[in-house]
Nanobody, 119 residues
Framework: VQLQASGGGLVQAGGSLRLSCAAS????????IGWYRQAPGNQRELVAT???????KYVDSVKGRFTVSRDNAKTTVYLQMNNLRTEDTAIYYC??????????????WGQGTQVTVSS
């Protein structure tokens, strides 16, 4: 199983970016899927997560600005980031809890994509 993230970049404060993360490989089911981020000197923190029932969870600092969603096949997760702030600068990692064909639930991570917000 692999997760491939894309969509990061450099944007001015107030701008928008959309991150994507596609899961591929030996996937029977996809459970909770979402995004973490890690800024220099900080611990990795949960940004947004989306469960199979559509339940979403966001860190307080992004509520009202970020939206997490997934495609109908449930193997791709998106993070729409609006009204970006300099404090959103970080490496963003997608993750997914996946049930593979060997009958195991495992957590998988994407390679990380850099988001830089300039003032």
């Amino acid at each position: 199983v692999q997760l491939q993230a894309s969509g990061g970049g450099l944007v001015q404060a107030g701008g928008s970016l959309r991150l994507s993360c596609a899961a591929s490989g030996s996937i029977a089911k996809v459970g909770p899927i979402g995004w973490y981020r890690q800024a220099p000197g900080n611990q990795r923190e949960l940004v947004a997560t989306l469960g199979n029932g559509g339940l979403t969870k966001y860190v307080d600092s992004v509520k009202g600005r970020f939206t997490v969603s997934r495609d109908n096949a449930k193997t791709t997760v998106y993070l729409q980031m609006n009204n970006l702030r300099t404090e959103d600068t970080a490496i963003y990692y997608c993750y997914a809890n996946i049930y593979d064909f060997d009958g195991r639930w495992e957590d998988y991570w994407g390679q990380g994509t850099q988001v830089t917000v300039s003032s």
